[in-house]
Structures are given as C-alpha cells and as structure tokens.
C-alpha cells in the first residue's frame, strides 16, 4: 500500500521529463544561423580590426509582411574588407543564412560565400570561396588560392556530397572548394555544417591577412569589375530572390538585394547585367525573366579530386 504513492509520482515524473526532452530535442534540432554569424565575426575579432559598416545604421532588424518572421542584418568592414555581411531569417518553419565578405578592389581574394537554406524536412547548402577570376583561363588564380586548401573540402566530402543539378550559370561563380548540397535536418549535419562553415570561414580570413595590395591600376580595374559582374549576377539571379519577395515585399526586397547584401551594384561599376550577361536579352531589351537561359546542368561534381574542372 505504502509503495503506490512513489511509483505513481515517478510515472508522473517520467511523463513530464519525457515531454520536456521531445519538446527539448525539437528545439535544439531546429539550427539557429544567428550562432554562426556570432562564431565567425568573433574569429574576425582575434585577428582584424572590424568597424561597423555604414549600412549597419539602415539594416539591422525587419520583421516580414506575416508579422512572424524575422530577419537580422550585421554588416561590418576592415581596411581590406569592404563589406562582411550577414543576413539570417527565421520564423516557425524556416531559417535562411546568406553571409558574405567583399573585399576593396585592390585585393584580388575570393568571395566568402555561405548561403544555407532550411525548412521543415530539407536543406539547400551552398558553402565556398567563390573565385574572384574565372578559373578556366587563370589557373594561377587556382594555384594561389585554392590548391593547398582543397583538403578542407575532401574532409566534407563524405558527410555533404554533391546536392545534384544545379543552375548552369552557377558553376562559373563556383570553385573546385564548393560545398552544393541537400540534405535533411539532423543534429548530426547541422553540427557538421557549422564546423564546415568556421574553417571555411577561417581559410578565407587568413587569405584576406596574408593578400598583398594591388598597385597596378589595370589590375585594380579587373578586380573592381569582377566583383561588380558577381554583384549584378547575384542581385538579379540568386535563387532566394522569390521567397524574398513573399516575406517582405517587392519593393522593401529590391532595396535589400541591391542596397544591402549585394551592396556595390549600383557603386562599382556602370555596365548593366546586359553587358555583362547579353543571352539573358529579351526581343524588346529587357532582362529575361528566366533564372536560367542554360537550364540545369552538372549531375555530378564537375571538379576531379585535385579540383581540375572536368565539365
Ligand atoms: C536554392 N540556392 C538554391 C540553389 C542554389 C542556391 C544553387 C539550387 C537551385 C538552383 O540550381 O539555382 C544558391 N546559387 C546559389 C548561390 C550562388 C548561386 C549561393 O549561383 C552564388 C553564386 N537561398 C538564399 C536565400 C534564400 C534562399 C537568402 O541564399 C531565401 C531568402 C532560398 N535557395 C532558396 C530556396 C531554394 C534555393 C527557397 C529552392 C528553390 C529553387 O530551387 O529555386
């Protein structure tokens, strides 16, 4: 008789802890991006003097057309750096991370690049230092800053294989580092994607310390045009454009595109993505609406294990 009460308290016990740990499990499976953009700008602290970008005072939080999502903007910059970015947004069943560094035209380092895309069951991952030149005709551009690190992308191999088609016109932004993949939500791969993300993270920021300064002006002038024709690509073709859109608006969207994460579009150049991408042309001169005039292309990894291109 005395040994009912207990057992019953500890039935009880048990059903409250095994609710509080399912609701727990939930909770830590679901990735917070915000941590990501923390852990690399501390990593940015230990090495570079960082200031707040000017952008910083018009970009900080947003909240979508639902009223529950949410969308955070950091923005920094170095001397070398001229804008290290990040956009995260959460609401109850996604969350977006598109993080970005940009350096002045006088240095000739790759893009940082971490775009992650999570929903309920899935996730769309794009991690590397997109190539500043294009590598098919400047290969000592790949031996300067891709050849000795291809170790960090054959350490993800395994855990991030390839995600399939992609875009065709994507692949010339890409390098042979590129981490393209899907996959579903697991703590497991999350945990992976955030060291993924740090060392790539890393490497890049050691290439900005250990990068020379550019005197010659017809290399300046490459180097600004280069990153101008990434800018107008991706404030007119990248892929998260249409949820965009749907979370905040048209308008509000252009402005965040053009003004914040691909900052510099308007600033660096003059040509029109016309100029720079003439296919995409329409019959009365308009941009095509079309995100891809090629389709989707590379199956499989288009880069052999030492990162030679092999189409
Ligand atoms: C899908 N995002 C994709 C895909 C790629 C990228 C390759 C697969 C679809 C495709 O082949 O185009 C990412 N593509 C890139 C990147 C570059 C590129 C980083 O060319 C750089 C040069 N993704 C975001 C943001 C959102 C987002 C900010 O970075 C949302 C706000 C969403 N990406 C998103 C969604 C999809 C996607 C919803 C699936 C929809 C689709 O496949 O079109």
């Known amino acids: 008789k005395s040994a009912n009460p207990p057992v019953l308290i500890s039935k009880n016990t048990n059903l409250t802890l095994t609710r509080r740990s399912q609701r727990f499990s939930f909770r830590v499976s679901a990735v917070s991006y915000k941590e990501f953009a923390e852990s690399a700008l501390e990593e940015t602290r230990k090495r570079v003097v960082l200031e707040p970008s000017p952008l910083q005072e018009r970009y900080s939080s947003m909240r979508g057309l639902d009223g529950k999502t ?3 903007m950091l923005a920094f910059k170095s001397p070398k750096i001229r804008l290290l970015r990040s956009m995260a947004i959460e609401n109850e069943t996604m969350q977006v991370f598109d993080f970005a560094g940009f ?3 006088e240095y000739d380092t790759p893009i940082f690049c971490a775009n992650f895309f999570t929903s309920a069951n899935t996730n769309i991952v794009v991690l590397d230092l997109n190539p500043l030149h294009q590598l098919t005709d400047q290969t000592d ?3 300067k800053y891709y050849k000795n690190i291809m170790s960090i992308y054959h350490k993800y191999d395994e855990i991030f294989p390839w995600g399939g088609k992609l875009t065709g016109e994507s692949i010339k932004f890409f390098s ?3 981490m393209w993949t899907r996959f579903s939500s697991s703590q497991e791969k999350h945990k992976a994607l955030f060291s993924a993300f740090l060392e790539y993270y890393q490497a890049w920021l050691e290439m900005t310390i250990q990068v020379k300064e550019e005197i010659e002006p017809s290399q300046v002038k490459a180097n600004r045009e280069a990153q101008h024709k990434y800018l107008t690509w991706r404030a007119q073709k990248d892929p998260g454009h249409a949820l965009l859109r749907k979370l905040i608006g048209e308008a509000k969207a252009k402005e965040l595109l053009r003004d914040f994460l691909f ?6 150049g003059t040509k029109t993505f016309i100029d720079y991408f003439p296919e995409y042309q329409t019959e009365d001169g308009a941009v095509s609406d079309k995100r891809s005039i090629i389709g989707k292309s590379f199956e499989t990894r288009p880069w052999d294990s030492n ?3 092999i189409g």
Request: net charge negative.
């Open 70 to 72: 949410q969308l955070q």
């Open 263 to 268: 900052n510099g579009v308007n600033e660096m």
């Open 103 to 105: 350096m002045e035209p």
């Open 176 to 178: 042979p580092l590129v």
């Open 307 to 309: 990162g030679l291109f």
């Open 141 to 143: 551009y790949q031996d």
